[in-house]
């Protein structure tokens, strides 16, 4: 039986861009999120092997079934994908609940997620899928960019603990999903920017989530384990995407 790779958020967006590309790599998926009806449109879409996993990983409950639905299959690759944008606006008005549901989902959950699932996970890999928002500070946006700048030390955490486990950051940049729509449907005065992220879908700059998934692909199959997690991956750096183009170039001809 082939290893399993494991997406969470894999309903929609970019997780499910994701799970589609890892699913065309011959990958059995465990797609994880709240709401089954995404997850089990994602999984027909992918079709071969694809089990769903309906729960918060962002709950000690949720990241149990995880663990118990992988069960003692080993796992090659973890995808912490999953993430909430809100609470939105000024961080003198944030609510210790809500802060602390934003924590739970961007920044407990790969934690905790995989540390139940370390014994799987030798010889395997772990993204976290970063952002801007952990290197700038955008108002409006405080629990998503704290969660988001934890989560990077996280990534450089785990690669100056783990030595059987390959762990990567990538920045995705600006894709074209449903978190984006929500940033639009922000008012001004609790996202500030709001009309910047407008811009860019009316001028057709946000990436799509099948190229930014390919991007990923690479990452996972194609880089070294000691690439993969030497330094953070941008979509956006000129360098990194060269190398990904120059292989994708190599393959197709």
């Known amino acids: 039986m082939q290893d399993l790779a494991i997406v969470t958020g894999g309903g929609t967006g970019l997780g499910r861009a994701i799970a589609l590309e890892l699913s065309g790599r011959g990958h059995p998926l465990l797609l994880v999120g709240r709401r089954r009806q995404p997850l089990e ?10 089990e769903v996993v309906s729960g918060d990983v962002g709950t000690e409950a949720g990241r149990a079934a995880v663990a118990a639905a992988v ?3 080993r796992v090659a690759m973890l995808v912490h994908n999953a993430a909430v944008l809100e609470p939105v606006g000024p ?3 944030v609510t210790l609940e809500a802060w602390r549901t934003a924590m739970q989902v961007n920044l407990e959950a790969p934690l905790f997620l995989t540390q139940a699932l370390l014994p799987r996970l030798a010889g395997g890999r772990v993204l976290h899928i970063s952002s801007g928002a952990a290197r700038n500070a955008l108002a409006g946006w405080g629990a998503y960019c704290v969660s988001k700048a934890g989560l990077l030390m996280l990534y450089q955490m785990f690669n100056a603990e783990l030595t059987d486990v390959a762990v990567g950051s990538v920045r995705p940049g600006v894709v074209d999903t449903p978190m984006q729509g929500l940033i639009r ?3 001004e005065s609790r996202f500030p920017s709001v009309e910047r992220f407008r811009r860019l879908k009316q001028d057709g700059q946000l990436r799509s989530p099948a190229e930014v998934a390919s991007f990923i692909g690479w990452l996972l199959f194609e880089t070294t384990p000691e690439d993969f997690a030497a330094h953070e991956w941008d979509i956006g750096n000129p360098d990194h995407t060269a190398a990904w183009l120059q292989s994708r170039r190599a393959k197709s001809s």
């Open 71 to 73: 069960g003692q299959r």
């Open 41 to 50: 449109e994602t999984a027909r879409m992918a079709g071969g092997s694809c």
């Open 185 to 187: 449907a922000q008012d």
């Open 91 to 93: 961080l003198a008005g």
